[in-house]
């Protein structure tokens, strides 16, 4: 059972809304009941805290322009040209089967699905001729 779950209701119908509070996204009556709420429950009143800190430390992340380190495009290009096995994996014309031609990957679909129709049909009207044996027809 999560934390959460142990809390009260309203508890944990306020902590729901405190993210859009601490973005400043929560108007109106909703803003009106979480404050209410807030200044009567110390614990949700310090998640509020909480959240409002780490919105402040995000905010602040996305004002202050950061540089890659040296080499990183370098290092992710030459990564980029590198090929292993996820990435021969996931080419779509590699086909269905692995290391197939799409041609080939193609054929044994359909004479797969053929060959499935086929039964199908056949089982379907052998249950059928054996029900209407059994009716008289």
């Known amino acids: ?7 009260p209701r309203f508890c944990r119908e306020t ?3 405190l993210p859009a509070l601490a973005c400043g996204e929560l108007t109106g ?3 009106h009941v979480v404050r209410a709420h807030l200044r009567r429950c110390r614990d ?6 909480r959240q409002h800190q780490l919105s402040a430390a995000l905010s602040s992340l996305k004002t202050a322009p950061a ?6 495009l370098d290092e992710l290009l030459s990564r980029a040209d590198r090929r292993g096995v996820r990435e021969r994996a996931a080419v779509p014309a590699r086909g269905a089967l692995s290391g ?5 990957s193609v054929a044994f679909l359909t004479v797969g ?8 049909y056949g089982l379907w009207r052998g249950a059928r001729a054996v029900r209407n044996r059994r009716r008289g027809y």
Request: charge should be negative.
């Open 44 to 49: 949700c009143s310090t998640e509020a805290e």
């Open 100 to 104: 197939a031609r799409p041609g080939l």
């Open 67 to 72: 540089d890659p380190p040296a080499g990183l």
């Open 29 to 31: 009556w909703p803003l």
């Open 113 to 120: 699905a053929a060959a499935s129709t086929g039964i199908g």
């Open 1 to 7: 059972m999560s934390e959460d779950s142990k809390l």
């Open 15 to 17: 902590r729901s809304q």
